[in-house]
């Protein structure tokens, strides 16, 4: 009932509000299935991605159809307890999730640069006292 009054009101969205959301702290056993049961309660669903390899283990991504889904869900699963483990659930931001893969690439690029011409090794700093 309060969601439907919220979509016919002239209510304003923070900006960080969207369709999307991110989820971390999951089990790594989780099923899409059970993850269609948890999130489709809350909406409509349009697509949940489920991380698989290291990095993204225990994180998925739902799309809902409808934005005032999306908020919805993120207001009653942040903390939600699945299998011993509470959600963390949170809007997803292209510009902090950027931000993040490249600090991650300039932190290679630096160690790369570093290793080629043997500045910050304990070798490189070797052959500087010689």
Do not use: C, W
């Amino acid at each position: 009932m309060a969601a439907i009054s919220l979509r016919k009101g002239n209510t304003r969205l923070p900006p960080e509000v969207n369709r999307v959301l991110y989820v971390r702290n999951l089990p790594f056993n989780i099923t899409s299935e059970e993850m269609y049961d948890i999130f489709g309660k809350y909406g409509a669903i349009r697509q949940i991605r489920i991380g698989t390899n290291k990095d993204t283990r225990g994180t998925a991504f739902v799309v809902y159809e409808d934005i005032y889904d999306a908020k919805t869900a993120v207001d009653h699963l942040s903390g939600f307890n699945v299998a011993n483990r509470y959600l963390i659930v949170l809007y997803y931001q292209q510009a902090k999730m950027s931000k993040k893969f490249d600090q991650k690439k300039k932190e290679d690029e630096i160690q790369k640069l570093q290793e080629k011409y043997g500045i910050g090794t304990p070798a490189a700093k070797d052959k500087q006292r010689d």
